[in-house]
């Protein structure tokens, strides 16, 4: 057989790898040799190599295969000059290549802005009294009677209230009670169909962007929200068991309910942990779903107030929002979106700013282990926190919220960059680990699925067509591994 030697050894390594090949095959060129020769002797010069190789030899063996094709035998050495088909980079550069500044379209930079003021306000609701109260309790295991996810969304409807809305909350118009009329019940209808708070339905997307422009009112409605009691101040916005969530977000009657954007971004809130069970079509979320003990409400609902808030730790949380608001009220001005199209927003909402926001959020939780633990006696336990491992206090509330929205913007550029292939890194093959034959009898059954596709491919004349599958296997039984071959035939 025809063979290929090419050597990139440096210094003395350089001189022993040109005495090895020399005396085996031509060279015809000043790092490349040519022989025809057979097995035995390819495995000699092998050899050869390998005893006197050292951190400095890499010397690549290729073997002529047909008239306009050469295969990658092996590689003896240091791999760095070479590719995993053998190619050598003549030449690399530090510097990043020059990228193609094309400018994202104004609707998706509104939605990432949307997706980080999700990522500020989604764990607001940590602020209750029976959730702080559980961190610093090591043996309490039991669930609140309110998931903080539905707190976070009535703090932030009960902001933008106070801030967006502030003569309508000091004068609320009278309430005159209308008689009780007897209908007919109707099954599966919801009888229990709250009707929007006080002014939010009629609020626009401006309106509440600009609101939360202001700093002064954030704060003041801040601190009167950490007075307030769910019973005096939040009637309009409390969960009630069978019923979808207060207030209606939208309706397939009209435009009833809140805003388009403001839906959105209480949508995101709601579900980043779980994904809202109720009206699919008029995406109306139920209560059950964030009600545990619907008995328990006003203790669920009751603020953490012996402890410090968020805003109070630190002012970046509250400069935060009042930037992305103010750049996503300037993207709503100054260009014409189709703010009205729901179906659209919902979509882009649930497939690339979740999936950002549910990232960021587990990503920035598991940090908190490795952060340096307080215990609950201490003075530094006196201010609201996100987590908690082992009864001690780790990551502030307010850290968790500001790194969250910042790391959820980063995500979602991340994820839209990949979904139209821009800086996204792909992988043309597999490594080298993972092609190996396996000859652990606990994972052949790898190789016998990745035969079974095959096989079921070839059959149905469907090589080139997607498949459903699932892996269900044990944990430590090479799922993940196992899954290389499946997903990576075409």
């Not at 008995?295 to 968020?310: H, K, M, N, S, V």
């Given at each position: 057989?025809?063979?290929?030697?090419?050597?990139?050894?440096?210094?003395?390594?350089?001189?022993?790898?040109?005495?090895?090949?020399?005396?085996?095959?031509?060279?015809?060129g000043?790092?490349?040799?040519?022989?025809?020769?057979s097995?035995?002797?390819l495995?000699?010069?092998?050899?050869?190599?390998?005893?006197?190789?050292?951190?400095h030899?890499?010397?690549?063996?290729?073997?002529?295969?047909?008239?306009?094709?050469?295969?990658?035998?092996?590689?003896?050495?240091?791999?760095?000059?070479?590719?995993r088909?053998?190619?050598?980079?003549?030449?690399?550069?530090?510097?990043?290549?020059?990228?193609?500044n094309?400018e994202?379209?104004?609707?998706?930079?509104?939605?990432?802005?949307?997706?980080?003021?999700?990522?500020?306000?989604h764990?607001?609701?940590?602020?209750?009294?029976?959730?702080?109260?559980?961190?610093?309790?090591?043996?309490?295991?039991?669930?609140?009677?309110?998931?903080?996810?539905?707190?976070?969304?009535?703090?932030?409807?009960?902001l933008?209230?106070?801030?967006?809305?502030?003569?309508?909350?000091?004068?609320?118009?009278?309430?005159?009670?209308?008689?009780?009329?007897?209908?007919?019940?109707?099954a599966?209808?919801?009888?229990?169909?709250?009707?929007?708070a006080?002014?939010?339905?009629s609020?626009?997307d401006?309106?509440?962007?600009?609101?939360?422009t202001?700093?002064?009112?954030?704060y003041e409605?801040?601190?009167?929200?950490?007075?307030?009691?769910?019973?005096?101040?939040?009637?309009?916005?409390?969960?009630?068991?069978?019923?979808?969530?207060?207030?209606?977000?939208?309706?397939?009657?009209?435009?009833?309910?809140?805003?388009?954007?403001?839906?959105?971004?209480?949508?995101?809130?709601i579900s980043?942990?779980?994904?809202?069970?109720?009206?699919?079509?008029s995406?109306?979320p139920?209560?059950?779903?964030?009600l545990?003990r619907?008995?328990e409400?006003?203790?669920?609902?009751?603020?953490?107030?012996?402890?410090?808030?968020?805003?109070?730790?630190s002012?970046?949380?509250?400069?935060?929002?009042?930037?992305?608001?103010?750049?996503?009220?300037?993207?709503?001005?100054?260009?014409?979106?189709?703010?009205?199209?729901?179906?659209?927003?919902?979509?882009?909402?649930?497939?690339?700013a979740?999936?950002?926001?549910?990232?960021?959020?587990?990503?920035?939780?598991?940090?908190?282990?490795?952060?340096l633990?307080v215990?609950?006696?201490?003075?530094?336990?006196?201010?609201?926190?996100?987590?908690s491992?082992?009864?001690?206090?780790r990551?502030?509330?307010?850290?968790?919220?500001?790194?969250?929205?910042?790391?959820s913007?980063?995500?979602?550029n991340?994820?839209?960059?990949?979904?139209?292939?821009?800086k996204?890194?792909?992988?043309?093959?597999?490594?080298?680990?993972?092609?190996?034959?396996?000859?652990?009898?606990?994972?052949?059954?790898?190789?016998?699925?990745?035969?079974?596709?095959?096989?079921?491919?070839?059959?149905?004349?469907?090589?080139?067509?997607?498949?459903?599958?699932?892996?269900?296997?044990?944990?430590?039984?090479?799922?993940?591994?196992?899954?290389?071959?499946?997903?990576?035939?075409?």
């Amino acid at each position: 057989m025809i063979i290929l030697f090419v050597s990139e050894c440096e210094k003395a390594a350089w001189k022993r790898s040109r005495r090895i090949l020399s005396r085996y095959a031509v060279q015809i060129g000043r790092r490349t040799w040519l022989a025809r020769i057979s097995a035995e002797g390819l495995q000699n010069i092998r050899r050869e190599l390998t005893q006197a190789a050292s951190r400095h030899t890499s010397v690549a063996c290729h073997r002529v295969k047909g008239r306009y094709q050469t295969e990658l035998a092996w590689v003896v050495g240091s791999r760095r000059h070479f590719s995993r088909n053998g190619e050598f980079a003549f030449s690399h550069s530090a510097t990043p290549l020059p990228s193609v500044n094309e400018e994202t379209a104004p609707a998706v930079r509104l939605l990432n802005h949307l997706c980080i003021l999700a990522g500020l306000f989604h764990d607001l609701g940590k602020h209750g009294a029976c959730f702080q109260r559980k961190l610093r309790d090591e043996n309490s295991n039991q669930s609140d009677p309110v998931r903080h996810e539905r707190i976070s969304l009535l703090l932030l409807l009960r902001l933008i209230i106070l801030t967006a809305l502030p003569a309508a909350e000091d004068n609320p118009p009278p309430v005159e009670p209308t008689p009780k009329r007897r209908r007919r019940r109707v099954a599966g209808a919801n009888h229990n169909l709250s009707k929007p708070a006080l002014g939010l339905a009629s609020l626009k997307d401006e309106q509440w962007l600009a609101a939360l422009t202001d700093s002064k009112k954030i704060y003041e409605a801040l601190h009167r929200i950490w007075k307030e009691t769910s019973h005096d101040h939040w009637r309009e916005l409390m969960p009630i068991e069978g019923s979808t969530l207060r207030p209606q977000w939208s309706s397939a009657e009209g435009d009833r309910g809140l805003a388009p954007l403001l839906s959105v971004l209480c949508f995101l809130i709601i579900s980043h942990h779980k994904l809202p069970d109720g009206h699919e079509d008029s995406f109306a979320p139920l209560e059950k779903t964030y009600l545990n003990r619907s008995q328990e409400l006003q203790d669920g609902l009751r603020l953490a107030t012996d402890y410090r808030p968020a805003w109070s730790q630190s002012p970046r949380w509250v400069n935060e929002i009042i930037k992305h608001a103010r750049r996503a009220r300037y993207l709503l001005q100054e260009h014409a979106l189709p703010i009205r199209d729901r179906v659209l927003w919902y979509s882009a909402a649930r497939y690339m700013a979740r999936c950002a926001l549910v990232l960021a959020d587990h990503s920035i939780s598991s940090q908190a282990k490795r952060e340096l633990p307080v215990r609950p006696q201490s003075a530094q336990a006196q201010v609201c926190f996100a987590n908690s491992q082992q009864g001690q206090l780790r990551q502030t509330l307010a850290a968790h919220l500001e790194r969250v929205g910042k790391l959820s913007g980063k995500a979602f550029n991340q994820l839209h960059q990949l979904q139209h292939n821009r800086k996204a890194s792909t992988i043309e093959t597999s490594p080298l680990a993972l092609t190996v034959p396996i000859k652990e009898e606990a994972f052949s059954w790898q190789q016998k699925a990745e035969r079974k596709v095959l096989q079921i491919q070839r059959q149905e004349d469907n090589a080139k067509e997607g498949f459903f599958a699932l892996v269900m296997a044990e944990t430590g039984s090479g799922k993940t591994r196992g899954n290389r071959p499946h997903s990576s035939r075409r």
